[in-house]
């Protein structure tokens, strides 16, 4: 069966220029925003479409799923974890991940560095913040997140990289503005073993504004690949 994937072309055009937009409106020319493929519900068929119109990173939610398509992927795409992450599913996918962005307890710290360890890898990884304070999400709060840094900052296979987020539906850009202040002084802290180069926010619905608030990093999924059937 022949499937038109045009779509997609047009779709990760238009999002490249918003990009584009946004970069040249808000901040310097030099600087380097990845645009993340979001495969959650996707055919690998669409999501190597995706590839081959340029895409470089695809973000995995889900452990089974991921398991499950992995093989169809074109190899040269790079993978990042996205999801939520129990700790008994880590070593499914430690030597797959270049990144992990959704590390929020020390308890899933330990289990990361273990396996990385076990594997002879440094695993880099983004600390997910839970910056609305929603109960219904994952992520430490505001006030938990230099505690967590302090400890994970010891564990020797593991290297922070930044901080990632999924902002309130409803919110207002307030939150975009909180989660680049606390990237701004954390950064300033320069805390060994802490890096802060990536800040992993923006979606479909809010990728303009988070490249306002310093986002290095948009996690794309409907606005390329069309709305999910099913959750
Ligand atoms: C689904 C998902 C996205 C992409 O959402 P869209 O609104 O479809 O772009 C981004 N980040 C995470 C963590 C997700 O689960």
Do not use: W
Request: aromatic share 6%; charged share 25%.
């Amino acid at each position: 069966m022949e499937t038109n994937f045009g779509y997609i072309d047009e779709n990760y055009r238009r999002i490249l220029d918003g990009i584009e937009e946004a970069k040249a409106k808000y901040r310097n020319p030099s600087d380097e925003i990845t645009c993340m493929a979001v495969t959650k519900t996707v055919a690998p068929e669409a999501v190597n479409h995706a590839i081959g119109c340029g895409i470089q990173v695809l973000g995995e939610n889900r452990v089974q799923e991921y398991l499950s398509k992995k093989a169809l992927y074109l190899p040269q795409a790079r993978m990042h974890f996205i999801g939520h992450l129990q700790t008994n599913k880590v070593k499914y996918i430690i030597e797959d991940m270049e990144l992990i962005h959704s590390v929020d307890s020390i308890r899933l710290a330990t289990e990361i560095n273990r396996h990385a360890e076990r594997v002879q890898k440094v695993q880099d990884i983004l600390i997910e913040v839970n910056v609305g304070g929603e109960a219904s999400k994952s992520g430490v709060t505001p006030d938990q997140l230099e505690e967590l840094l302090y400890q994970v900052a010891e564990m020797p296979h593991i290297h922070v990289k930044g901080l990632m987020t999924i902002p309130p539906v409803e919110g207002d850009e307030k939150f975009l503005f909180e989660m680049q202040k606390l990237y701004l002084d954390i950064s300033a802290k320069k805390m060994d073993n802490i890096d802060m180069e990536i800040l992993s926010m923006g979606m479909s619905g809010d990728y303009v504004a988070a490249i306002r608030y310093g986002s290095t990093l948009v996690r794309i999924g409907s606005a390329l690949f069309g709305a999910r059937k099913y959750v």
